[in-house]
């Protein structure tokens, strides 16, 4: 099996905004005794892991807002309770509006050598939409000065702004590309949590872009990041050869990841444990038992199959024809027609025998993976 990874959360932010989904809160109130409580839990699951770590993540939130030496710390504690392999990938996110060139100095110096940027956007009107705390300009001076100093370096961008256009992305993308990343992630806007960005889609419906023109933004993402020798290794991720996140493949190949802190899910290969969403909850039952999981699923036997399909499936290099023929036997006589005929209509394409998504089969992707599920 492969060496694990482990995954922390960090769930402290500058500012809510007002479209996220993750567990996060604005300002740093609790940060002492949420960063003693991960320190417990590290050290209570210290028999977990079989070999050393070979990636560390830091997510959030954000971890750039917090102060580095949390970061150093936890990346001690984690190496000397786990042992981290030599190499090992460590990952911090970071918000552009954190970043000056000290903080940037102090989270490579705590250990970071891959930083993933919260970008979204470099036109300032689309920021503004997001209430982002940063601009264009400083978002890109951050990611160009994080090019300079770090390994690698990844940004995320967003497609679905209000606003936005094809003009305007490729302006975002190139933007990136120009001051340096190796790895782009993009992120289709969910509105569902921000109330003034969906009373403004009913409102003023032409600002938003059609799932049509969503779908022709994205093919340009990867055009362009394609031509600029950032292939997609992933649905949503393209990077330099070598570059690409080598904690997210863990998720995509079904590789263990231990995961600390609040709404952390680990996986040990067979069973995925999530621990509680609540970070007063999460601290609590740390501080009482050591650990802080609410549910279990064991994923196994024909269902732990699928998984694996369907997981590999966003990866470009795709799965072994096996695997998806091995999948499919334990689906509906229905649903294994319907996927069969996603090959037939050119979603799917076999080589050397394996199976991958085409580019129209990526684009399709939730007909094929809702078969699978
Ligand atoms: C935890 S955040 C990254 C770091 C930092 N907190 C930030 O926002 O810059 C991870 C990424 O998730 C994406 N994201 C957050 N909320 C989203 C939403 N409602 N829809 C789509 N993507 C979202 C953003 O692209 C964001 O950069
Ligand atoms: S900074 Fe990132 S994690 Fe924090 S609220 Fe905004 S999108 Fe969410």
């Not at 997510?59 to 807002?65: A, D, E, I, K, N």
């Not at 994080?146 to 975002?172: E, W």
């Not at 079904?254 to 899910?265: C, D, E, K, R, Y």
């Not at 650990?291 to 024909?302: I, L, R």
Request: net charge negative.
């Amino acid at each position: 099996m492969s060496a694990p990874g482990a995954y922390v959360h960090v769930p402290f932010c500058a500012h809510r905004c007002a479209y996220c989904s993750f567990v996060a809160q604005a300002g740093r109130e609790g940060e002492d005794a949420y960063f003693e409580a991960v320190g417990l839990e590290i050290r209570a699951r210290a028999r977990e892991a079989r070999g050393p770590l070979d990636t560390v993540y830091f997510g959030g939130g954000t971890p750039s807002f917090v102060g580095p030496a949390r970061i150093e710390g936890v990346v001690r504690l984690l190496g000397e309770t786990f042992g981290l392999a030599p190499g090992a990938e460590v990952t911090a996110e970071g918000n552009p509006d954190d970043l000056d060139d000290a903080r940037l100095e102090a989270l490579r110096a705590a250990g970071v050598g891959r930083l993933s940027v919260g970008v979204q956007s470099l036109v300032d009107g689309e920021l503004a939409w997001l209430e982002r705390r940063h601009d264009a300009a400083s978002a890109r001076s951050a990611v160009s000065r994080a090019a300079a100093l770090f390994p690698k370096v990844s940004a995320d961008l967003m497609i679905g702004i209000p606003g936005q256009t094809r003009g305007t992305l490729l302006a975002s993308l190139d933007g990136l590309l120009g001051a340096g990343v190796g790895h782009v992630s993009v992120y289709l806007l969910e509105l569902e949590k921000a109330p003034r960005l969906v009373a403004l889609r009913r409102e003023e419906p032409g600002l938003f872009a059609d799932d049509d023109e969503m779908a022709e933004m994205w093919e340009l993402v990867d055009g362009r990041c394609e031509a600029a020798g950032l292939p997609r290794y992933e649905v949503s991720n393209w990077a330099r050869p070598g570059e690409e996140s080598r904690h997210n493949l863990k998720y995509w190949t079904g590789a263990p990841t231990l995961a600390f802190g609040v709404a952390a899910h680990s996986f040990d290969g067979r069973v995925r444990r999530a621990n509680s969403g609540s970070t007063t909850e999460y601290a609590r039952r740390v501080r009482e038992g050591g650990t802080a999981f609410v549910s279990e699923e064991v994923v196994e036997g024909e269902a732990a199959v699928r998984e694996r399909a369907l997981l590999g499936l966003r990866l470009s290099a795709g799965i072994p024809e096996r695997l998806l023929e091995e999948a499919s036997a334990s689906l509906a006589p229905s649903a294994r027609a319907r996927l069969r005929e996603c090959g037939e209509a050119g979603l799917l394409e076999r080589r050397d025998g394996r199976v991958r998504l085409t580019r129209r089969g990526v684009l399709l992707s939730n007909e094929v993976f809702s078969l699978l599920v």
